[in-house]
């Protein structure tokens, strides 16, 4: 049974930054990519970031691209959200999650496994 647990989320003020991770827990299959998506209420999910395991191949939503950056540890299977200059937009609930298949990085849908979620809450 994979499991996905994230955590480094939190209560912050705008301009600092918090460093996600996500690790990866009972994998029996080989990952493709890992990826970062974000809920804030009343909204639709939404792609924050993305990185391929093996070529290490990066993607970024619009909204968090300069200020983020994803990166792996193939070694412990975890991946991580640094994410820099946090304003009040960025307050969500940030999951993590596994892609097995090639769909593309940005595609929601193709991501197999989802973890619970980190709440990343941004003070003005």
């Known amino acids: 049974q994979v499991q996905l647990v994230e955590s480094g989320g939190g209560l912050v003020q705008s301009g600092d930054s918090l460093r996600l991770s996500c690790e990866v827990f009972?994998?029996?299959?080989?990952?493709?990519?890992m990826g970062w998506f974000r809920q804030a209420p009343g909204k639709d999910r939404e792609f924050v970031a993305g990185?391929?395991?093996?070529?290490?191949?990066?993607a970024y939503g619009d909204s968090v691209k300069g200020r983020f950056t994803i990166s792996k540890d193939n070694a412990k299977h975890v991946v991580y959200l640094q994410m820099n200059r946090l304003t009040p937009e960025d307050t969500a609930v940030y999951y993590c999650?596994?892609?097995?298949?090639?769909?593309?990085?940005?595609?929601?849908?193709?991501?197999?496994?989802w973890g619970q979620g980190t709440q990343v809450t941004v003070s003005s």
């Open positions: 999650a596994e892609q097995t298949l090639s769909y593309g990085l940005t595609y929601e849908a193709g991501y197999d496994y």
């Open positions: 009972g994998r029996t299959i080989e990952t493709y990519a």
């Open positions: 990185i391929s395991w093996a070529a290490g191949n990066t």
